[in-house]
């Protein structure tokens, strides 16, 4: 079961790669991974929650750690197809909110 987690924490690690929201580099063998400065803030804040900082390595992330990129990178495909939307004021709000669009809903009264 480990193996498919560090599948997956990878594939949403390059997703947020090929999105320029996270570098990787070479430390002594180690993979070291940056989240750049076009993180979207309701992500840097949904990470920051989690424990993870801006710099960090696969071996050191939790289990609930991995499990938080899966889900970041899911909620975005979910933004990027309209589904939802991502309203995150740091003055005002702990934490980012989730609400469904117009197309989302239609969608999600289709599922059931």
Same mark, same amino acid.
């Given at each position: 079961?480990?193996?498919f =987690?560090?599948l *997956?924490?990878?594939?949403?690690l390059?997703?947020?790669?090929? !999105?320029h /929201?996270?570098? %990787?580099?070479?430390?002594?063998?180690?993979?070291e991974y940056?989240l750049?400065d076009?993180?979207?803030?309701?992500?840097? =804040?949904t990470? *920051?929650?989690?424990?993870?900082?801006?710099?960090?390595?696969? !071996?050191? /992330?939790?289990? %609930?750690q991995k499990?938080l990129f899966?889900?970041?990178?899911?909620v975005t495909?979910l933004?990027?197809?309209?589904?939802?939307?991502?309203?995150?004021d740091?003055?005002?709000?702990d934490?980012?909110?989730l609400?469904?669009?117009?197309?989302?809903?239609?969608?999600?009264?289709k599922?059931?």
């Amino acid at each position: 079961m480990k193996l498919f =987690k560090r599948l *997956a924490v990878k594939a949403a690690l390059k997703k947020l790669s090929e !999105k320029h /929201l996270v570098t %990787e580099r070479n430390v002594e063998g180690t993979v070291e991974y940056t989240l750049t400065d076009q993180v979207p803030e309701w992500m840097q =804040k949904t990470f *920051a929650l989690g424990g993870i900082g801006r710099s960090f390595t696969l !071996k050191n /992330l939790t289990d %609930e750690q991995k499990d938080l990129f899966e889900v970041a990178c899911g909620v975005t495909d979910l933004q990027n197809e309209g589904l939802i939307e991502i309203k995150y004021d740091p003055k005002t709000e702990d934490e980012p909110i989730l609400s469904l669009t117009e197309k989302g809903r239609q969608n999600a009264n289709k599922i059931l």
